[in-house]
């Protein structure tokens, strides 16, 4: 991943808002039948808040940062 791309998703995790906290409480630690979750994953230009790729299951929780202008909808995984 190229060097502004972790720093981004650094950042995203560490400024994850109160939804993202307690949606990522509740997936940590495969509690969710075992599903591992990854969290501020990359999937194009884009990040999902929690995907599982062995799954193909991508979990964004709506939040401020989705009020922004320009910013574009992930809707699915390829």
Avoid: Y
Avoid at 15 to 34: H, N, Q, W
Avoid at 36 to 52: K, S, T, V, Y
Wanted: hydrophobic share 35%.
């Amino acid at each position: 991943m190229p060097q502004h791309r972790t720093e981004r998703v650094r950042e995203l995790r560490r400024d994850s808002t109160p939804p993202e906290k307690i949606v990522c409480e509740l997936l940590r630690a495969k509690r969710m039948d075992g599903i591992n979750f990854r969290r501020q994953h990359p999937i194009g230009p884009c990040f999902a808040d929690f995907a599982c790729v062995w799954r193909k299951l991508v979990i964004d929780i709506d939040g401020e940062h989705h009020a922004f202008p320009g910013r574009r909808p992930m809707t699915h995984l390829s």
